[in-house]
């Protein structure tokens, strides 16, 4: 291959790679102005200054495009709000990721009632992506929880695999509470819960009494 | 009105009742048969013996037939396991609980699926009549946990009502977990979450050092 052609070939993907990214682009502002049901693709194209051609040359349907919309999206805040934890306690740390991680659904609101609905209840291939994507937390969870059994925050055998478990309990249930207009503080709600959990509810233990002699 | 006219009136009012439980009951045959997409009324009528036009009659159209056909069904469920508790401890009475509604998802495993996205996501007025299904049964969460508050089971001031989210949170994960294929025993998930809740993860207080004299 000559140099010449080499470099036409790195234009066309980057531009491929251009024209993909705003695709996604155009196809979430899409859903998130007129709603899953109501979009179309011929309007998605128009946003991303494409034929509709082109995007379902990409992408095969509408359900398609909105997962590969949604998900990689979602996986990039994952690993971003995953990768700036400071150095807080779990708890404190738990706060970041929570908040993080509501930022990104609370910016489209009403895209995020479809997200939720489609990456819970998703078929394949979606639904072992999606699955692949809460393990990964789940491992940064579990690796936290460690670390503070290590700074002696938590008692030494707690089972960190079955924290990070509780700990996603607490976010998707807090979620679908807000997308369903139930809770108007969702960030907050987790908080109250995983401390809930971290402190437990059984009375503290008595010091054991003197016998007498 | 005559005694007979009276006669007459309430046969029919009894037939109305049986027609209206054979059609619920058979969409539920028919949902859990075919799945919530693949069904149709004419084969839901064919089963319950009446016309398609009866059961449009009744219900709207099938989405208004799947939610009367579930939704009365699994609030007959929660009444029946939570006036059935026993007078164990909290664990064993979320325990007793968490097995008697997990059964009734598990004798339809298919409808399941669509009952609790169609729950965890429905429109009004279903939403809210989902929201008051569960706000029963925090209730019956939150007065249970008072109970294990005046037995010493649990520290005084402990917070019932966030309690009983934590419990929803758990058994909602469990439950979309089991659906999506991702979890065999939902039960057992929903008990080891509810136990390291009630115990929390901190370190056991020690008993205070004696002050040298």
């Known amino acids: 291959m000559s140099n010449e052609s ?4 790195g234009i066309r ?3 491929k790679e251009a024209t993909g990214k705003a695709v996604l ?3 979430r502002a899409e859903f ?3 709603g899953f049901e109501a979009a179309n693709l011929r309007a998605i194209a128009a946003r991303a200054g ?3 051609g082109t995007v379902l040359h990409h992408y095969g349907d509408k359900r398609e495009l909105l997962h590969a919309a949604l998900f990689d999206d979602l996986e990039e805040t994952l690993r971003s709000a995953v990768a700036k934890l400071g150095t807080g306690s779990l708890e404190t740390q738990l706060s970041e990721l929570t908040r993080a991680v509501f930022r990104y659904y609370q910016r489209r609101p009403k895209l995020s ?3 939720l609905k489609e990456s819970l209840f998703a078929d394949e291939p979606w639904a072992q992506k999606f699955n692949a994507q809460v393990h990964g937390v789940h491992g940064a969870i579990a690796r936290l929880t460690e670390e503070a059994i290590a700074r002696g925050e938590l008692r030494p055998g707690v089972n960190g695999a079955l924290f990070a478990v509780a700990y996603f309990s607490f976010f998707y249930f807090a979620l679908i509470a807000w997308v369903q207009g139930a809770h108007d503080s969702p960030v907050t709600l ?3 819960l995983v401390h809930q959990h971290l402190e437990g509810l059984r009375p503290s233990e008595k010091p054991p009494r003197r016998r007498k002699p």
Chains 1, 2 share one sequence.
Do not use: D, F, I, P
């Open 6 to 9: 080499k470099r036409q070939g």
């Open 13 to 15: 993907a980057t531009q």
């Open 25 to 27: 682009e155009a196809a």
């Open 32 to 34: 998130e102005s007129v």
């Open 50 to 52: 494409v034929s509709a």
């Open 113 to 115: 009632r479809t997200l």
């Open 190 to 192: 987790v908080e109250h």
